[in-house]
């Protein structure tokens, strides 16, 4: 059965990232709405949204990223240490049939 490896880490990336880009632009939105700066949704029609939408991207982008390293700094320890269990494994099988 061949399972392509970290394709749930790439959809809960994903989903992390709208959920940020969603709640950020909603509370810049409606800071900004409060304010009288934008009416109605953030576009890019304004300098307000274009900002807004700016911001809210790369908060997403940057927790999307750290998840990202954060899972190959994971999968690279587990690999590491899978390759010592087996090097130990295999130096010392042998030795205990020798006695």
């Known amino acids: 059965m061949s ?19 969603a709640i950020v632009t909603a509370v810049l939105g409606a800071y900004a709405a409060t304010r009288g700066l934008i009416s109605g949704e953030p ?38 240490q899978r390759a010592w269990q087996e090097y130990y494994a295999r130096i010392y099988a042998g030795y205990g049939r020798q006695r």
Do not use: C
């Open 3 to 21: 399972r392509r490896p970290g394709i749930m880490g790439w959809i809960s990336r994903r989903i992390a990232g709208f959920v940020t880009f």
């Open 43 to 80: 576009t890019l029609s304004t300098a307000t949204g274009a900002f807004i939408l700016g911001v809210a991207f790369l908060l997403s982008l940057a927790i999307t990223s750290n998840m990202k390293h954060k899972d190959q700094t994971r999968k690279a320890w587990e690999d590491y």
